[in-house]
């Protein structure tokens, strides 16, 4: 078989780049590797206008057309910029050094800025730029991306937990009958506990350094003692929109990475759960999924709606944490004060994040499918009057009849019970009369407690 070598969505690898390559749009600009490049960029521009601007007697400040000059490339780097860059890097072999380079032909031929080309990566080692990279990378598909989705499915969830706050519905526990609750209200436990999750991976602080090649700032006092240096970088740091992080090694140990890709993992895993009730509830019956003219569940059973979305998410949030959980173990961890492991693995970032948008898109594709099927929620219901059995003991409880626990248990354990069967039995309590009628009153369709109320607060 002769496969082209062009890269096309028909032989991509991976299907972040075949088969999903629109999941992951939003996220190529800034975690490809020519979004990384752009970063890389962007870094050394704020380092050079920092030392420019910290007046160093050899690095006068920069006019104000140099400075444009210098923004303009971070604002217009290109895929072709990213282009030129690779190709200095394929003499170079060196990543970081290529982009040292490609920024010293662009300033060339202009008296201003040719005269500060050495300040380019002044004192800096490549991790310098890569980790400060990595941490506006990733805070910014952090924010720009992976939390607007998750507030959507999130916002998704709340309209279905007011939409169904009402309708009763069987509960199972163990896989079997118990007390009922309603529609909404399990929509509203998934949205109450992804909005936990959404603030957990909102709340994680990025930190950067840009310390040296052991965190030291040993070339930059060697240079320039009389700075004041960990403050300098918090500074450019800060221009970026980052926090130092002061204790480092030649890497910034990637700790708060780790808890971000933990608190992504732990927000997939309440989405990956929703998609696994789901699927048992429309198996149940309990919900329709609009149909797609032209669409087919099966290619020999044609009757057949499948719950595709949902078994799509489960799948991809399964692949989105395995990466996740692999950054999360192996990036805090190098050899004394640094070792290459890490770089070769923070090229997956994207692949973690990528599978995340997947699974997101899916999961909400599938939940804007959902129908309701009531007839057959009521129907299930109505057919668990044994339900009743923890209501009617409860009561017993209160007013002091002897053995409720063990009386009900005869009645209903192991067997199903009849209305009439129930009634009768509720009959025969010496209870006062309130008590007794709102027992004979009581359905298992009425019997949900707070439910509404809980589901619509959400």
Request: hydrophobic share 45%; aromatic share 6%; glycine share 6%.
């Amino acid at each position: 078989m002769q496969i082209a070598a062009q890269l096309s969505q028909l032989n991509a690898l991976s299907p972040l780049d075949g088969r999903y390559a629109s999941r992951g749009d939003a996220l190529r600009g800034l975690l490809s590797e020519a979004g990384f490049m752009a970063h890389r960029v962007e870094v050394e521009v704020a380092w050079l206008i920092g030392l420019a601007d910290a007046g160093l007697p050899e690095l006068p400040r920069f006019s104000d057309t140099a400075r444009a000059r210098l923004l303009a490339l971070v604002e217009n780097f290109s895929e072709a910029d990213a282009g030129r860059i690779k190709e200095i890097e394929r003499v170079t072999n060196h990543d970081v050094k290529a982009v040292e380079y490609w920024l010293k032909e662009q300033v060339a031929g202009d008296a201003e800025l040719d005269r500060a080309a050495e300040f380019i990566h002044f004192a800096c080692t490549s991790e310098d730029i890569n980790n400060t990279s990595h941490a506006l990378m990733l805070t910014r598909a952090r924010d720009q991306v992976v939390l607007p989705q998750l507030r959507t499915l999130h916002a998704k969830l709340a309209e279905l937990a007011r939409t169904h706050a009402a309708q009763p519905m069987l509960s199972r526990t163990h896989g079997q009958p118990a007390s009922p609750t309603t529609v909404g209200k399990e929509f509203a436990n998934v949205a109450a506990r992804l909005a936990r999750a959404i603030d957990a991976i909102a709340a994680v602080q990025p930190l950067a350094k840009l310390n040296g090649a052991t965190g030291n700032y040993n070339a930059h006092v060697s240079a320039y003692p009389e700075i004041d240096w960990p403050a300098f970088s918090a500074g450019v740091l800060k221009g970026l929109g980052l926090t130092q992080n002061v204790h480092t090694i030649q890497i910034e140990p990637h700790d708060w990475m780790a808890a971000l890709f933990d608190a992504i993992a732990r927000a997939n895993v309440i989405v990956l759960d929703l998609d696994r009730d789901v699927w048992g509830y429309i198996s149940l019956g309990y919900f329709k999924q609009r149909l797609k003219e032209g669409e087919v569940g099966s290619s020999t059973m044609p009757h057949k709606v499948n719950p595709i979305d949902f078994e799509n998410s489960e799948g991809n949030l399964g692949l989105a944490n395995a990466t996740l959980r692999h950054l999360s173990e192996k990036l805090p961890v190098s050899r004394w004060q640094r070792d290459l492991t890490d770089s070769t693995v923070l090229r997956n970032l994207g692949v973690g994040l990528g599978y995340c948008m997947v699974a997101y898109d899916a999961c909400l594709r599938g939940l804007g499918k959902l129908e309701l099927n009531a007839v057959a929620v009521d129907a299930d219901i109505d057919a668990c009057w044994e339900v009743l059995a923890e209501p009617v003991q409860t009561v017993m409880r209160r007013y002091g009849l002897p053995q409720p626990y063990e009386q009900l248990k005869a009645l209903t354990r192991g067997k199903g019970i009849t209305e009439d069967a129930l009634r009768e039995f509720v009959q025969g309590l010496d209870l006062p009369a309130e008590p007794k009628a709102r027992l004979l009153a009581m359905t298992p369709r009425s019997y949900v407690g707070l439910a509404v109320t809980l589901a619509q607060q959400v």
